[in-house]
């Protein structure tokens, strides 16, 4: 086997195998930092990444490269775009969102590898590709609505904590494999500004 994709296959491996029963409602303090509002937008990146699932499908199919620049500067042209509407910057917009194009892509590459290693894909009908972005499409707008409700908490200096408690915890509701825990955290890598809380 080649080298580069054995090394592939162990990350995927780890990432599949050893992120989520180490984390997933491992959560020791009682102290709760996640408002109701803040729940909303995790769940709705799980619901974002899970297409990607399906777009990796699609690809697997179709030959086409994860990797696409100009579907990726139109997603977020248009997050710029709607962003003053739902009263959030549009810069803070275009940061989260290019979070979730990152984290989106990393579970198309993971699953891509494992297929290719495996030889095969899931047995299922090729996706249309077009309806899943239109999905995404549909799914930008309820973010951008949960970014707005939860526009305060970047700057908080429970930030960190209030996000690794909603990512744990929307990991364990939605029973997410070690891939698609791993790529939630990926989605709220950048999502806080302020210090973290001694």
């Known amino acids: 086997m080649d080298m580069k994709i054995r090394a592939v296959a162990l990350l995927v491996e780890a990432a599949m195998m050893a992120t989520l029963p180490l984390t997933v409602g491992a959560t020791t303090t009682s102290t709760t930092w996640v408002s109701p509002n803040m729940m909303e937008l995790p769940a709705l990146v799980?619901?974002?990444?899970?297409?990607?699932?399906?777009?990796?499908?699609?690809?697997?199919?179709?030959?086409?490269?994860?990797?696409?620049?100009?579907?990726?500067?139109?997603?977020?042209?248009?997050?710029?775009?709607?962003?003053?509407?739902?009263?959030?910057?549009?810069?803070?917009?275009?940061?989260?969102?290019?979070?979730?194009?990152?984290?989106?892509?990393?579970?198309?590459?993971?699953?891509?590898?494992?297929?290719?290693?495996?030889?095969?894909?899931?047995?299922?009908?090729?996706?249309?590709?077009?309806?899943?972005?239109?999905?995404?499409?549909d799914l930008q707008k309820r973010l951008l609505q949960a970014l707005a409700s939860s526009k305060e908490v970047p700057d908080s200096p429970y930030c960190k904590a209030a996000i690794a408690q909603a990512v744990d915890e929307a990991a364990h509701n939605d029973r997410l494999d070690g891939l698609h825990h791993l790529a939630l955290m990926r989605s709220f890598g950048d999502f806080c500004r302020a210090t973290a809380r001694p």
């Open 46 to 137: 799980v619901e974002r990444n899970a297409i990607g699932d399906q777009v990796a499908l699609s690809k697997w199919y179709s030959g086409k490269a994860v990797e696409d620049a100009q579907r990726e500067k139109e997603v977020i042209d248009e997050v710029r775009r709607q962003a003053p509407t739902y009263g959030l910057n549009p810069d803070d917009a275009e940061r989260f969102f290019a979070a979730q194009i990152e984290s989106n892509k990393l579970v198309q590459y993971a699953l891509l590898s494992v297929w290719q290693l495996q030889g095969r894909a899931p047995d299922l009908p090729p996706p249309d590709l077009a309806r899943l972005r239109k999905q995404l499409d």
